[in-house]
């Protein structure tokens, strides 16, 4: 099947089995590096990107549902020459160690702060349900997203 995809502000032609995973599409077809394959049962968050500013597991939606809606993935976010704000604080809080789980946390980050610009701990809590860092990085992440809505003073 012959889509369209608006993938951080540009429109892609696929030619796809509309049945196929977005990740799939995105990393395959498009050859993002992020978002990532963890799980590929939508529990980790790896695969996560926003789609018309919601966050959503990728490697479960098929990418029929993606087209005509606008889709960012972390490479859309920022540049590195010039981060997204929420990008720059979880740099300044050195809120990874690997890596791998980033687009979930980030792109939810955005999310929740698009939505809540000071959000409450229980309101971190619930936007980031499902969310899976292995490194344990979750006090740093914390404290990114409190840099982000300017709840933390920079160092």
Not at 46 to 61: D, G, H
Not at 123 to 142: D, N, P, Y
Request: net charge positive; aromatic share 4%; with cysteine.
């Amino acid at each position: 099947m012959h889509l369209t995809l608006r993938v951080n502000g540009a429109s892609h032609p696929v030619d796809t089995d509309p049945d196929c995973p977005l990740l799939y599409v995105l990393r395959d077809n498009l050859g993002l590096n992020n978002p990532r394959f963890g799980c590929g049962l939508g529990q980790c968050g790896a695969c996560t990107v926003l789609i018309n500013q919601v966050p959503v597991r990728s490697c479960l939606l098929p990418v029929s549902r993606a087209a005509g809606k606008e889709i960012v993935t972390l490479e859309g976010l920022g540049l590195p020459e010039s981060p997204h704000p929420v990008q720059k604080a979880f740099i300044e809080e050195q809120a990874f160690q690997c890596g791998y789980c980033l687009n979930g946390w980030i792109l939810s980050a955005k999310a929740l702060l698009d939505k809540h610009p000071h959000p409450t701990a229980d309101q971190m809590k619930s936007a980031f349900e499902g969310l899976v860092c292995r490194c344990g990085s979750h006090v740093q992440i914390r404290a990114a997203v409190e840099r982000a809505a300017g709840m933390k003073r920079s160092a």
